[in-house]
């Protein structure tokens, strides 16, 4: 079984500010993946980042990074240079690499960001 | 299609009546999948078509909820006897198949803007 914790349920951030959005999970599987959803007030889910368990490298796409830390079980996603348009729900979620359940996302409550001018 | 399409995009019933939602996904993407999220939730997984193999549909909260997809293309998912607590955003979602993907364990998904099913 797997679980994804987002601690914060909203989050405030000065427009061209830097904000990191917490997420830890738990897993028993050896190999996994993790993603960032983006989900703005439109509804449709966007997919921003992923990350395997086996890169050593955090992933990074345009202004969007992974700060993954695996003993911790953590896989914080960082936003640079905050934009109005990033003001949305931010799911992180997960699934294993392999095996039964490989297709299976599960998704945190989400983090409210909203980008203040 | 460029994108997942999903219709109703807002559907209001009453109480004891049938619904169908529909989901056309990408042009290409032989998985489908369907996701509920509830008022301020997270998504909830609760089936899943991968080409002609049977569905996985372990997360049905219940035998009044069923999905079936014709031709490996467009799905449908129904739900009979409406409840109240049936009311909630239905996510459907595309991906390419496991052989398909660009790299192992990225199966990233593909969503449409989901249908606003209220039961009064």
């Known amino acids: 079984a797997q679980k994804i914790t987002q601690t914060q349920p909203g989050m405030f951030v000065q427009e061209k500010e830097a904000v990191t959005l917490d997420c830890t999970y738990d897993t028993s599987d050896q190999s996994y993946g993790l993603f960032w959803y983006k989900q703005p007030s439109s509804g449709e889910m966007i997919f921003l980042i992923y990350?395997?368990?086996?890169?050593?490298q955090n992933a990074t796409e345009g202004r969007y990074s992974l700060n993954f830390q695996k003993a911790r079980k953590s896989a914080n996603l960082v936003i640079s240079a905050s934009q109005l348009g990033d003001s949305a729900m931010y799911f992180c979620?997960?699934?294993?690499?392999?095996?039964?359940?490989?297709?299976?996302?599960?998704f945190g409550k989400g983090t409210k960001l909203s980008v203040i001018p | 299609g460029a994108g997942v399409s999903q219709s109703p995009s807002n559907k209001v019933t009453e109480k004891g009546k049938d619904v169908e939602l529909r989901c056309d996904p990408i042009?290409?993407?032989?998985?489908l999948y369907w996701y509920r999220q509830s008022l301020g939730q997270g998504l909830e997984f609760l089936i899943y078509?991968?080409?002609?193999?049977?569905?996985?549909k372990s997360g049905l909260p219940s035998d009044r909820f069923s999905a079936e997809r014709t031709g490996g293309s467009v799905s449908t998912l129904t739900i009979q006897r409406t409840q109240q607590e049936d009311s909630a955003v239905y996510l459907c979602a595309s991906s390419f198949g496991p052989e398909d993907r660009p790299y192992p364990g990225a199966n990233v998904l593909t969503f449409g803007a989901g249908s606003r099913l209220t039961v009064l």
């Open positions: 979620a997960m699934s294993p690499i392999s095996g039964a359940g490989s297709y299976q996302l599960t």
């Open positions: 990350q395997g368990s086996y890169d050593e």
């Open positions: 042009s290409g993407h032989t998985a």
């Open positions: 078509f991968q080409g002609n193999s049977a569905p996985d």
